[in-house]
């Protein structure tokens, strides 16, 4: 990475030898990551949920827990009422993209105990009861014979408009999902993140140390080896790859 200054080029080497030089921009730095990793780990741990792609904010009140987010098609705002293993049943609201609104009740055959099944989910807005049960670790509903509910809806997309349109129906299964409070998650992916650390430790300990890598490949075989003009030249740019590269998985892993 090169930085123009006053007309004077700055290398990634440069730059290490004059913060390493002056104490009080080396200090500097080193509060100036130190503050950008507790926000990113702040940002990166927020509880919430994700929905059609869209992480959705956790936030809780008194009576109710709020999951805010948007989407590229406008605001999402899901409800949930109801205190897990303590009410009989609870309540899911969803505001979302176009005005649309759906409003659901499942009811719970034990209210302290949700898992052990449902009596039903009722939807306020069409007055449909639909007879359904649930288990945490399967991935389908299923009806009152144990057979698979496949209750997701297909909602067709044409010329790239909206998915939330006139036919579009929010799926039973997220319905309880978010009922009974079994998918919240946080907002990042951990996987991004080992494979960004990995990347800019390699890194760093090259930038830190030149030759570092150099001699452990050489030194067995090559009696003082010093690497070639050639050699620098791709070490720069591997610098500058590493950092991109590790800063875009960062930043890949909260979106």
Not at 43 to 61: E, M, Q, R
Not at 127 to 132: L, N, V
Not at 203 to 218: E, H, L, N
Request: net charge neutral; no cysteine.
């Amino acid at each position: 990475m090169t930085i123009i200054t006053g007309g004077i080029e700055l290398t990634i080497k440069d730059m290490r030898q004059m913060i390493g030089q002056n104490l009080v921009l080396k200090s500097a730095v080193v509060v100036i990551v130190i503050i950008l990793s507790i926000l990113y780990g702040r940002f990166f741990l927020t509880p919430g949920v994700y929905y059609n792609d869209s992480f959705l904010k956790k936030i809780v009140t008194e009576k109710e827990v709020h999951y805010k987010g948007y989407s590229i098609d406008g605001n999402i705002n899901i409800t949930v009422k109801g205190s897990k293993n303590k009410s009989a049943s609870s309540e899911v609201i969803y505001d979302l993209p176009n005005n649309l609104k759906f409003h659901y009740i499942v009811n719970y055959k034990d209210p302290n105990h949700w898992e052990s099944g449902l009596e039903n989910i009722q939807d306020v807005n069409s007055g449909m009861i639909h007879e359904a049960d649930y288990r945490v670790d399967s991935m389908f509903l299923t009806d009152k014979d144990g057979n698979i509910l496949f209750d997701d809806p297909v909602t067709v997309i044409v010329n790239g408009e909206s998915i939330y349109n006139k036919d579009y129906r929010v799926p039973l299964k997220n319905v309880v999902d978010l009922a009974t409070y079994n998918t919240e998650t946080i907002r990042g992916n951990y996987l991004y993140v080992f494979f960004a650390v990995i990347i800019l430790v390699i890194t760093g300990i090259d930038i830190k140390f030149p030759r570092f890598y150099f001699y452990q490949k050489y030194r067995w075989s090559v009696a003082n080896p010093e690497p070639s003009e050639f050699y620098v030249a791709m070490q720069q740019i591997f610098w500058r790859a590493g950092i991109i590269g590790g800063l875009i998985l960062l930043i890949f892993a909260v979106i």
